[in-house]
């Protein structure tokens, strides 16, 4: 692939096809100001902030969806450029109600920065009536649609990273604004009431309606959302040592701007009454809060004592689930390294115990074994028994993802109705139970087809001629009265598995 060079305020830059203007000026450092655009959502040149002038031709062109062309000479900051920047920023706020000051966004404002950065105060202009007023119509998010400045970023995070499709734009006009369908209370619609809507909004037009802090935070914390075994990085605003808000990390290849219900808004537990916020020591059968200085002292020193008195075996350490995989690694190499014992697990394999084994026994490692974003580059992915949209969301929003924009072919092998029923392409429902006879069933069509890859399973796996003849008696007749599925449907589902090149 060729590179594409071109001069960007007088200085020469290159990118690969199919680049924007605006991608190729953030990898050189050249900031462009823009109000619809985000790296996570398909641009579509909403807000026109970030226009730019080609010297060549005296154009203006919006640099989010213009592709960079070979000996293209750009200017981000010529005269022309500042002035309809200015002229756009002045005519959104002909159409903004005058209430910064009292605006929960506050200082987290795009609009609000880009005006200043450009020196954008008092608009000149008549102002634009704006008949909306704030909308309460659910009981977790404030819509103030006087504050909508129309950049879709809500409606494009719904349709294409949570892929939900509750809200999208309805009527026409200066009438026109985001909302569900017919106009409908948000918890009557598909919405999950992920908050990403509200985290992705540029203005205060979307804001939780129940806020412990309203205004700009002193302190941000990222983190490792510790609610499910996904890993999300989330942005912890913090006031006075307690946290008042949670928003996706920006940077992360995991979540990719998202969260789900429980990411945005699961966190009070940290600040319950019955969380221990001091280390407790029993003295004389009752406990007392000590500093903790004095807990570790009498930690590593009671370890010591009991592993001489008893030997390494004799200690045991439990790690907490809500930690990260980091942190529960460290744990371990304390208890390997410097305790000498194996006795250690962890909270989570309580109820994670049956994947842990059969993945250890079946692929030979306990855990996943690609990454998160490999999930969306399948062509077929099957799900058996699971529901990503309440157990794993950021694994359900990829798997959607897959199917709705990248062709992907979801088999869904489940007895229940899950949000994921709607994108698969084959959605086989065995009674409950028999999932087992249903994947034996498969194995044996690919089996017996020659559908496997032969050289692979010379390679990589034992006991290859004993499972074949333990799949002999699953015939799709067999696999049809013990499952309830037509025979001919799973046939036509392990033939689909078999076929892709790549598959999850």
Excluded at 64 to 84: A, F, H, W
Excluded at 208 to 213: D, G, I, R, S, T
Excluded at 268 to 293: C, I, M, Y
Aim: with cysteine; proline share 5%.
């Amino acid at each position: 692939m060729e590179a594409i060079t071109i001069t960007l305020n007088g200085r020469e830059v290159s990118g690969h096809p199919g680049m924007s203007i605006l991608e190729l000026a953030r990898e050189s450092g050249v900031d462009i100001p823009t109000l619809c655009d985000d790296p996570h959502l398909i641009p579509i040149g909403a807000c026109r902030i970030c226009l730019v002038e080609d010297e060549r031709s005296g154009r203006l062109l919006a640099s989010c969806v213009t592709p960079i062309d070979p000996g293209m000479v750009i200017n981000t900051e010529s005269p022309k450029v500042q002035e309809r920047r200015k002229t756009i920023i002045k005519l959104i706020l002909a159409s903004h109600p005058d209430t910064c000051l009292v605006c929960d966004k506050g200082n987290h404002c795009d609009l609000r920065k880009i005006a200043s950065d450009m020196g954008v105060g008092l608009v000149n202009l008549q102002k634009i009536p704006q008949l909306a007023t704030i909308e309460e119509v659910n009981p977790f998010i404030e819509r103030d649609l006087s504050k909508c400045i129309l950049c879709a970023k809500c409606i494009r995070a719904d349709h294409e990273l949570v892929v939900e499709g509750a809200i999208d734009y309805i009527h026409r006009g200066f009438a026109s604004k985001p909302a569900t369908m017919n106009d409908m209370p948000l918890e009557n619609s598909e919405c999950t009431f992920c908050g990403t809507c509200v985290a992705i909004c540029p203005t205060g037009a979307l804001m939780e309606k129940k806020q412990a802090y309203r205004g700009t935070t002193p302190t941000n914390v990222s983190t490792t959302c510790p609610l499910c075994g996904c890993g999300c990085s989330i942005n912890l605003e913090v006031k006075d040592n307690q946290i008042v808000r949670a928003r996706p990390g920006k940077e992360s290849a995991v979540n990719d701007g998202t969260l789900c219900v429980k990411g945005s808004y699961g966190y009070d537990f940290v600040h319950s009454p019955e969380r221990l916020t001091n280390p407790l020591v029993k003295v004389n059968g009752d406990f007392e809060a000590v500093s903790w200085e004095q807990a570790l002292d009498t930690v590593a020193s009671e370890l010591n004592r009991i592993k001489e008195a008893h030997g390494p075996g004799s200690l045991a350490l439990l790690g907490s689930s809500k930690c990260t995989n980091e942190e529960n690694y460290l744990l371990q190499r304390l208890a390997r390294v410097a305790l000498g014992t194996n006795n250690i697990d962890n909270g989570s394999r309580l109820y994670g115990v049956a994947s842990i084994i059969g993945l250890g026994s079946a692929v030979g490692f306990p855990g996943t074994t690609n990454r998160l974003d490999a999930l969306e580059q399948s062509e077929v992915i099957m799900v058996v028994g699971a529901n990503l949209t309440s157990s794993a969301p950021i694994v359900g929003y990829a798997v959607k993802r897959a199917a709705r924009y990248k062709g992907a072919k979801l088999l869904l092998v489940d007895p229940q109705q899950t949000r994921l029923s709607s994108f698969a392409h084959l959605w086989l429902r065995p009674g409950v139970g028999t999932d087992m006879a249903l994947l034996n069933g498969m194995a044996r069509v690919i089996v017996s087809e020659g559908l496997l890859d032969e050289e692979f399973v010379t390679r990589r796996t034992d006991n290859f001629e004993a499972l074949s003849k333990d799949l002999a008696k699953y015939t799709p007749e067999y696999v049809e009265e013990a499952t309830g599925v037509p025979g001919e449907e799973v046939s036509r589902a392990a033939r689909l598995l078999a076929g892709a090149n790549v598959a999850s």
